[in-house]
């Protein structure tokens, strides 16, 4: 799996970059740290930018040892509880404080390429003239959040782009996060439990086909802002360059700045893109 192009932009220059990634040769990873609702738990300047930067440097780390990518995952996030557990400040008293986010996990088999996946990030599959293959079910989560901010927004009176730590938007926010590791809806964690929840496709796939893994800030270029589908934007990334979409990206939202346009509960995300080609 060659790595083609990489992208990995913070949301705000002043503020820790909350997404990380990973790869190797057969293998590659991107997680989305979720914004933190609150104070830190854990050393270091952001609880969400460490469980990325941890789980992709063990999520690797395990790959390279051998193991598959259950196997690997699951590995990863006992990992993460054990060092969660030595290294937090307290124990957390609600779901909100505990570190998580969303994650997309490619590991390239014979003929095939398997995907794990937590939460909004996706990837993008292009062989020969098909269509893209969309992995993942970030388009339809993005919508879904575009329409809570413009909801949360109108009833507080506020721009939707006002930021997560507004007061006004805590109480709803912290509320969702909670019922993150219930039911359905389980994220990368400190719960080595999670790792049976995680979501998981397998593509069969030849060489030559090139696999583009995002979180949801790069992703918004096609699933909130409309610049682009799945097909044209695998189609730029590959053309243009994961740098000039970042540009793109930015431009954008620096001109809906208030969320008018494009509801969101912040100006900018971290956007993150790793650009593959299997060998």
């Given at each position: 799996?060659?790595?083609?192009?990489?992208?990995?932009?913070?949301?705000?220059?002043?503020?820790?970059?909350?997404?990380?990634?990973?790869?190797?040769?057969?293998?590659?990873?991107?997680?989305?740290?979720?914004?933190?609702?609150?104070?830190?738990?854990?050393?270091?300047?952001?609880?969400?930018?460490?469980?990325?930067?941890?789980?992709?440097?063990?999520?690797?780390?395990?790959?390279?040892?051998?193991?598959?990518?259950?196997?690997?995952?699951?590995?990863?996030?006992?990992?993460?509880?054990?060092?969660?557990?030595?290294?937090?400040?307290?124990?957390?008293?609600?779901?909100?404080?505990?570190?998580?986010?969303?994650?997309?996990?490619?590991?390239?088999?014979?003929?095939?390429?398997?995907?794990?996946?937590?939460?909004?990030?996706?990837?993008?599959?292009?062989?020969?003239?098909?269509?893209?293959?969309?992995?993942?079910?970030?388009?339809?989560?993005?919508?879904?959040?575009?329409?809570?901010?413009?909801?949360?927004?109108?009833?507080?009176?506020l721009s939707p782009a006002s930021?997560?730590?507004?007061?006004?938007?805590?109480?709803?926010?912290?509320?969702?996060?909670?019922?993150?590791?219930?039911?359905?809806?389980?994220?990368?964690?400190?719960?080595?439990?999670?790792?049976?929840?995680?979501?998981?496709?397998?593509?069969?796939?030849?060489?030559?086909?090139?696999?583009?893994?995002?979180?949801?800030?790069?992703?918004?270029?096609?699933?909130?802002?409309?610049?682009?589908?799945?097909?044209?934007?695998?189609?730029?990334?590959?053309?243009?360059?994961?740098?000039?979409?970042?540009?793109?990206?930015?431009?954008?939202?620096?001109?809906?700045?208030?969320?008018?346009?494009?509801?969101?509960?912040?100006k900018s995300d971290d956007a993150?893109?790793?650009?593959?080609?299997?060998?």
């Open positions: 799996m060659k790595l083609l192009d990489s992208l990995s932009l913070p949301g705000d220059p002043a503020k820790p970059n909350e997404d990380a990634f990973g790869h190797e040769t057969s293998a590659a990873v991107v997680i989305d740290g979720a914004t933190p609702l609150g104070s830190s738990l854990m050393p270091g300047p952001s609880d969400a930018a460490w469980i990325a930067q941890f789980g992709a440097r063990r999520l690797m780390a395990h790959l390279r040892d051998g193991d598959g990518g259950r196997k690997a995952l699951r590995a990863t996030l006992a990992d993460t509880q054990k060092s969660f557990e030595a290294l937090r400040r307290h124990e957390p008293e609600e779901m909100w404080q505990t570190p998580c986010g969303s994650m997309m996990l490619a590991v390239a088999g014979e003929s095939s390429v398997e995907f794990l996946w937590f939460g909004d990030c996706a990837a993008l599959v292009k062989q020969g003239d098909a269509a893209v293959t969309v992995i993942g079910e970030s388009f339809d989560k993005r919508a879904d959040e575009a329409a809570r901010a413009r909801e949360v927004g109108k009833e507080k009176n930021g997560l730590n507004r007061p006004e938007f805590l109480v709803p926010l912290r509320a969702a996060r909670n019922r993150v590791n219930s039911g359905k809806y389980w994220l990368f964690s400190p719960d080595v439990k999670a790792a049976a929840q995680a979501s998981r496709r397998v593509v069969k796939a030849a060489p030559g086909s090139v696999i583009l893994l995002a979180s949801d800030g790069l992703l918004a270029l096609a699933s909130d802002y409309g610049a682009y589908n799945a097909d044209t934007l695998m189609a730029a990334a590959i053309d243009k360059g994961l740098a000039a979409l970042g540009a793109e990206l930015r431009a954008i939202e620096a001109d809906d700045a208030g969320g008018d346009k494009f509801p969101r509960f912040k993150t893109g790793l650009l593959l080609r299997l060998l």
